[in-house]
């Protein structure tokens, strides 16, 4: 079946614009997350959604990041008034009730010029 | 909140020997213990897991050991080939259901 997956790809965005990424979950899942991971480093934790219960924000690193997920299924990622620093890969995730493992999408290269 | 760090950065090993990657962990609470694998360009990919009620798993050449009173577990890999070159990451999840990653091990298999 069809996994995880993101749009765009890549994207290159002038410091100070927003951007938005997207994630469309596997079919069914109900845990859906959000990690940052800059060059050569790990998987850092940005925002975890179950169900319809309040999202898990602990990970988002300024108020510049925030993220919705519509109708329990896709989930969009904002960055506003980018920053160099928020250069990165952009993963996310989805994770079936009962279930442990986390399913990742390909990410979304971000490159803020 | 939860703590994961990873050693070590980088493993070269030739192929046919054993590689072993370590992880310690600071919450006593974790309870689900994943290894995920990306190769380059590609996404992370679940290669086993252990839960805290077990000390140790196999899957063919890759086994996953637990210490909980440690509070640390490992990787091996035997036998290795060229195509286990790749990062690894350990990762360690409380109550929250939230994975917390360390920072990843680049292993590379000299054929």
């Known amino acids: ?113 | 909140g939860e703590n994961v760090e990873q050693h070590p950065s980088t493993l070269s090993v030739q192929e046919g020997d054993s590689a072993v990657i370590k992880c310690t962990y600071s919450d006593s609470a974790s309870n689900y213990f994943p290894w995920y694998k990306q190769e380059l360009g590609k996404r992370p990919q679940l290669i086993i897991d252990i839960r805290s009620n077990v000390g140790e798993k196999k899957d063919q050449r890759i086994a996953v050991t637990l210490n909980k009173t440690a509070k640390h577990f490992s990787l091996h890999i035997t036998e290795t080939q060229p195509e286990d070159s790749a990062v690894y990451f350990c990762a360690a999840r409380n109550s929250s259901y939230k994975l917390i990653f360390g920072s990843g091990t680049r292993l590379l298999v000299r054929p």
Do not use: M
Request: aromatic share 8%; proline share 5%; glycine share 12%.
């Open chain 1, 1 to 113: 079946g069809a996994g995880v997956s993101q749009s765009p790809s890549n994207k290159v965005t002038e410091k100070g614009k927003d951007v938005e990424l997207r994630c469309d979950p596997i079919s069914g899942h109900t845990a859906l997350y959000w990690y940052r991971q800059s060059l050569g480093q790990g998987l850092e934790f940005l925002i975890y959604f179950q169900g319809n219960s309040a999202p898990d924000k602990s990970g988002l690193p300024s108020d510049r990041f925030s993220a919705e997920r519509t109708g329990g299924s896709v989930s969009t990622l904002t960055i506003q008034r980018t920053q160099q620093e928020d250069s990165a890969v952009y993963l996310c995730a989805s994770r079936p009730s009962g279930s442990e493992t986390q399913y990742f999408g390909p990410g979304t290269r971000l490159l803020v010029l």
